[in-house]
């Protein structure tokens, strides 16, 4: 890991990497983690309606804290137990809990999505992710 920082750092959304989820959704890192030297990984995704990543897990604490539109949020064998999240509102996610969110509503969904781990690590149920913890499968 790189040495920590000693000053402030701006990071500017409008100048950080887009990475496609798929049609409907992509995320920007903003913080990168291990390879800035930061201790934990922070984006911010953007989600059409009806978008969902699918059941997924990460070996650390997730953090999601809704900055636009709403989604349900819910843990794998609770679908019916599926929790609305509007803006301002944030859940914290087990480790190794599978879980999924699916934006909802008539607006796109923005999210910050903060891993408590320098590098972002994304196990999914029903695909495998890259380097990156990014979804190699594009829904």
Request: net charge negative.
């Amino acid at each position: 890991m790189s040495e920590a920082i000693t000053e402030a750092k701006i990071i500017r959304l409008s100048e950080t990497e887009t990475v496609p989820f798929a049609a409907d959704s992509f995320y920007n890192p903003i913080l990168l983690g291990e390879e800035a030297g930061f201790p934990i990984r922070v984006g911010i995704q953007t989600a059409e309606p009806g978008y969902e990543p699918g059941l997924h897990a990460h070996p650390y604490v997730e953090i999601l804290h809704i900055l636009e539109g709403s989604c349900d949020v819910w843990l794998e064998g609770a679908e019916d137990e599926r929790t609305r999240l509007e803006a301002g509102d944030t859940v914290a996610l087990p480790p190794e809990r599978r879980h999924n969110f699916a934006a909802v509503g008539d607006r796109p969904m923005r999210l910050m999505g903060i891993h408590l781990s320098p590098k972002r690590i994304v196990n999914y149920r029903d695909g495998a992710s890259d380097e990156h913890g990014y979804p190699t499968h594009r829904r």
